[in-house]
C-alpha cells in the first residue's frame, strides 16, 4: 500500500517517498512532508542547476547553494533559474 503525505509545496495529500532521501533529521522531514511527485520535481530542477551552473559538488559552497535551493522550492518560494535555458521538451 502506498505511504500518503500532506505534500508541503503542492498543499494537498499525495503518494509518499518509499524512504528517506538521506539520513539525519532532514532526510526524515523530508520524508513526512514532501510527496513522491515534488521531491521528482526537485530532482529535476537540482540536476539542472548543476549542470547550467556548472556546480562543482565537491565544493562546500555549491552544497549550501542547493540547501538553500531546495528549501525554498519545497516552501513554494522563487527558486534560481538557469538563463536561457531551454528543457529538452520545449527544443524546437
Known sequence: MTRMVFCKKLQKELPGLARAPFP????QEIFDN???ETW???QQHQT???N???LNMMDK???KYLNL???KFFSGEEV??????????QKP
Open 61 to 63: 559552497e555549491a552544497r
Open 52 to 54: 547550467e551552473k556548472q
Open 80 to 89: 534560481d533559474q538557469a538563463e536561457g535555458y531551454i528543457p529538452p521538451e
Open 40 to 42: 521528482n520535481a526537485w
Open 48 to 50: 539542472m542547476l548543476i
Open 69 to 71: 535551493e531546495m528549501e
Open 34 to 36: 514532501i510527496s513522491q
Open 24 to 27: 539525519g533529521p532532514r532526510g
